[in-house]
């Protein structure tokens, strides 16, 4: 079964001559797959390039116009896979638009730090980005039916969105796959890439983060728990989020003297990676953890929304010294907007709300449950 993507549309609308389309996102989320489908429904001549094939890789880093010429052929459309393999691809996916303005093209990598280093600088003002994350909740309405979809939200909790997950009805090959696909995050991405060297503190430092998501996560605690320096934690930190592993939110605040604003709070981009780092995919009501996972959820699906819809959104979690808290803050159109995630029914404490109406007078509160989650992530 094939999950129909919502990015697809976009990117046919931003398939323009002269330009390069950078699409990034993690391994085995479908990149690949929506590529093909794409080359085979538009109307232009096109070209499919795995970057992996090494023939194509010295071609494509050759900086030589005639050969880069030939590689496009009469091409209209470039499509090349795994551009992050390809050293300098940055500087002659330059000469390729510049040479051959008729042309399109789109570029994807699954690791963004590695691409973007490449590419940022010799294509400024030439390409746009987009990212193609784990399977969104709209996609999985549009694929199961709003029913089925609903009914099946504890298994989107437990097992995640990656799309081999989501297709695979057996739980113990869902585990097995989702076993194979955290290996290939953390030992082929980051080893590879950046020459980590202990990636058992890789893990650990991930398995740390599991356990806190919701809460404002101690680089110095997180070094000393795991006897390494805070420097090199916040290297793998930021490499994590490169690799689309985790990603970070900010403490809001505009009141220092009682808000917290100077730790951040992590997150993960699919909950099923997140408990297989932890080896429990105990259903729900076997779980102490349902709150952390139903946090992770909605903010990452509500993330992927934002994302590709092109919503420019600025995220913040709210926390007082008193613990007065808010799960989430959107600013957006000069608007304060703050969402409280509670699994059952409930609604966000008086004195919560109080404080925070109170030093921001124009915001708006809402509490997301089950009753009303999904007009909050469709």
């Known amino acids: 079964?094939?999950?129909?993507?919502?990015?697809?549309?976009?990117?046919?609308?931003?398939?323009?001559?002269?330009?390069?389309?950078?699409?990034?996102?993690?391994?085995?989320?479908?990149?690949?797959?929506?590529?093909?489908?794409?080359?085979?429904?538009?109307?232009?001549?096109?070209?499919?390039?795995?970057?992996?094939?090494?023939?194509?890789?010295?071609?494509l880093s050759s900086q030589n116009k005639q050969l880069l010429g030939e590689l496009l052929a009469d091409a209209q459309l470039l499509a090349i896979d795994e551009a992050q393999r390809v050293p300098d691809i940055g500087l002659n996916l330059k000469i390729l638009v510049d040479s051959f303005p008729h042309a399109a093209i789109i570029a994807t990598g699954s690791a963004s730090f590695d691409l973007a280093n490449k590419i940022s600088e010799p294509l400024t003002g030439r390409k746009l980005t987009m990212y193609l994350h784990p399977v969104m909740y709209s996609e999985l309405q549009e694929a199961f039916g709003s029913f089925e979809a609903r009914m099946q939200l504890n298994r989107w909790l437990v097992y995640g969105g990656y799309p081999a997950i989501v297709t695979t009805e057996d739980p113990v090959l869902r585990e097995r796959l989702l076993g194979e696909l955290v290996g290939s995050y953390l030992y082929r991405d980051i080893l590879e890439l950046e020459g980590v060297r202990r990636a058992e503190k890789i893990v650990d430092l991930l398995r740390l983060l599991a356990f806190q998501i919701g809460q404002e996560v101690s680089l110095s605690e997180l070094a000393s728990n795991l006897a390494i320096n805070r420097a090199t934690v916040e290297r793998y930190l930021d490499l994590l989020e490169q690799v689309f592993v985790i990603y970070r939110v900010r403490g809001f605040s505009r009141n220092l003297r009682k808000e917290i604003s100077k730790n951040a709070r992590y997150y993960f981009y699919d909950n099923g990676v997140r408990n297989s780092l932890i080896a429990n995919f105990n259903p729900l009501e076997l779980r102490n953890d349902v709150g952390q996972l139903w946090e992770n959820f909605l903010m990452t699906e509500r993330l992927k929304r934002n994302q590709v819809y092109n919503r420019q959104v600025n995220r913040y979690f709210w926390r007082t010294y008193d613990q007065k808290e808010i799960d989430s803050i959107e600013e957006y159109g000069g608007n304060l907007h703050g969402f409280e995630f509670k699994w059952k029914q409930g609604e966000m404490k008086p004195a919560t709300r109080m404080e925070f109406e109170q030093a921001y007078p124009n915001s708006v509160l809402k509490t997301i449950s089950q009753e009303n989650f999904v007009e909050f992530l469709t």
């Open 1 to 59: 079964m094939k999950i129909p993507r919502v990015l697809s549309t976009q990117i046919k609308a931003n398939i323009i001559p002269g330009k390069v389309l950078v699409l990034y996102g993690p391994r085995q989320v479908g990149k690949t797959t929506l590529l093909r489908d794409l080359l085979r429904s538009v109307e232009v001549r096109s070209k499919f390039i795995n970057a992996d094939e090494l023939i194509y890789r010295e071609a």
